[in-house]
């Protein structure tokens, strides 16, 4: 069924088709209107779960995550500095080895006060362990939600997930959206699995003191080589919904226009959209240039990036997000898994979207010819490799 | 109805080999939950001496189903299992096991947050006054005058009264108990875990580390706090406040204990002259006489 939705509304229908159990949330702009949604769909007897409403987002996850270590499917979603307050629960959650999908309508960390988005909130999670995950429209927010609670509880992966997608662009901006069938999500999506479930009778001690340390190392190294594992099940996942429903996302990232291009762009969320009409722009114009959508940052793609660089003569990587005295953090990625891989090619990061300053194809387009130019008339490195973009054609350096 | 110690389940839940120290009120508190629980309780807690009196994974001390939290978490964490328990179907009491810096400082908000919404949990603020597991830190609960590792003269404020802000959530239960009467606490949990929503029981805990007593002393130190009037235990069922039998005779302040019996035993008072002594004194007759409006 096509229906008009936005992205939050997308995310709460993914969360009441995965046939969620318990909801926990406290509001956020711009997440509020995912458990607005959620509330009414429980509240008029659509969707069988119990909804906890939280103080707090700490509360939030908290409460979302004890649900599911008692055995129950959960879902909360949340933003900006709700992310950050929930922060120590998300080592917790993905220590614990507990499925639990969330999502994160990204949005800029004050001060100042302010609610367009930028990716800062969703990449300050990346070390904690949880599949993450940025969508790039308002179908694949529906559809990744459905797939993180199957990838989220596969016993090779056993994390919990975040599905990001970006606010207002998407979280508010309405597009058309295939709702699956309920049965068909029933066929996908199997009963739930989880590593152990904490009940009366049963006197299982979760997260107490180890009596030797390696058992602690091997615990987060077990987290690392499940999120390895994990690549193969998003793989797979991706592929077994494609034949249900005729989508594919390309699992952890997507190439637009790769075939025999010269230069790349790598970049995640919702400008992805004028990512790809920026390239078939500059195609037009008679730039060899492909696309790089990073759909996961965790686990992160490094193998699938390194091959495509592989031919690449210039890459140049858009952050919404930077590291103060470092970098934009997907350049960082990047730049690792390249030189892991022996990829040696000229890498470009720029830092735009920050603050929720509007980037279009044309911002796009400005940066990339910038950037081919230079490294085509032997002046790259450009005065820095890492250049910030202030909108409106103002660059620096 | 007395309850009597022998009638009741033989079954271990502290076992040999847990971690706590001698004569620690903690480990005997938990003896008295798996008395009156047994198999329905669940365990939900917070970073604090139970973090540790637990002894070392993969092992054991304790054989309740157990979920250590974050510090500030533990009742949304009940909360959250909770409603898992009651989509399952399953017979279990959620017992938070918090002490005081979980319940009445940093896991204020949450505590609140459960209560207000009725979570069906049961919170224990297991008190011993200070935050001992990190070595004797005051909280919002060490009384006036104690000392502690962040009051070396002694607290100059005194303790915020945790049961009757449960009390005015207006929550089915609200009760006082120590570890010194294993009777009454028994009693009030498998009260509170015959009701439903969120229930609050503030378990009175001395210890001997924190405040400087000799540990074969834990429970008379316990029952000093009731018999001079220092701890007071009632049970408020659906907002209607009845002082506990053991606390009874002290509410006639002549037939208490002096003060300063139960002050001498422990070294954190022992820098405290005696206008510091008085106004605890007064403080006593405050409590008591806000306490027994509500009754
Ligand atoms: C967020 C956070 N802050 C601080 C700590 C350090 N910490 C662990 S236990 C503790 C004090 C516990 O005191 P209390 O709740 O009174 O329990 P007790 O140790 O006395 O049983 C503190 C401060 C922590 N674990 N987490
Ligand atoms: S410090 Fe006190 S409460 Fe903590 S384990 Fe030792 S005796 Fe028990």
Redesign the interface.
Known sequence: MIKPLTGNYAAAWGARLARV??V?AYPITPQTTIVEKLAEFIERGEMDA?I?????E???L???????????R?FTATASHGLLYMH??LW?AAGSRIPLVMAVVTRTIGPPWNIWTDHSDIMGQRDTGWLIMMSEHNQEVLDSIIQMFKISEDPKVFLPGIVGLDGFILSHTTEPVDIPDQDVVDRFLPERRQPYI??????????????DLR?NVKMRWDIHRSQERAKGVIRDVDREWAKLTGRSYGGLVERYRCDNAKYHIIGMGAWVGDMKEAVDILRDMGYGIGLVKVRYVRPFPGEEIAETLASSKGVIVFDRSVSPGSAGPLYLDVLSHAYIHGVRVPIQNVLAGIAGIDVGYDDIIGGVTMFINALEEGRWPLPSKIQWYFGGGEWWP | MALSIKALPKKKYVLPGNAACPGCPEAIGLKYVGMALGDRAILVIPAGCTSVIQGLAPGSGLSFPIANVPFASSDAVAAGLSAAIDARGEDGVIVVWAGDGGTADIGFATLSGAAERGDNVIHVCVDNEAYMNTGIQRSSLTPYGAWTTTTWTGKREGKKEMPLIMLMHRVPYVATASIAYPTDFIEKLRRAADMKGFKYIHLHAPCPVGWRFNPSKTVEVARLAVQTGMWILFEAINGRVRISPFSLPYKDRKRRKPLEDYLKVQGRFRGIGREDIERIKSMIDDAWNTLLKFT
């Open positions: 159990g318990v926990s119990r906890i409403r939280v103080e707090s700490h509360s939030a908290s409460a979302a995550w004890g649900a599911a270590l008692g055995g129950v959960a120590e629960m917790w904490l009940k009366p009778g049963d006197p299982l001690i979760m997260g107490n003191i180890p009596s058992d």
